[in-house]
């Protein structure tokens, strides 16, 4: 649940917007263009949320987003929930792409 609305698709959560219609509707189907997505919201970091248990993609899907310096962490979805939280406490501007 993000804001008190129930999400059962994958999505990107920012701290200023919520993007509903991110097409990576699962861990196996990532590519390149989910990434460069990601590289068009211009956040400093993206947090990586791949489901149930941590699953790293190939580093050719994430060299997009560190050919552009930002970061990238990869960590299952509660976790990136997590994290996302205390990162826009801090005022950063991040990215949580999560895949549900």
Do not use: K
Request: aromatic content about 6%.
């Amino acid at each position: 649940m993000v804001n008190q609305i129930r999400y059962e698709r994958s999505l990107i959560v920012l701290p200023d917007q919520i993007v509903e219609d991110w097409l990576a509707h699962s861990f196996e189907q990532l590519a390149t263009e989910h990434f460069e997505h990601l590289c068009s919201l211009q956040p400093e970091i993206v947090l990586l949320g791949t489901g149930a248990t941590l699953r790293f993609p190939h580093p050719s899907l994430t060299g997009v987003l560190i050919n552009q310096r930002i970061g990238v962490e990869v960590m299952d979805t509660s976790a990136a929930c997590r994290t996302y939280n205390i990162l826009t406490a801090e005022g950063r501007r991040v990215a949580a792409a999560l895949v549900i």
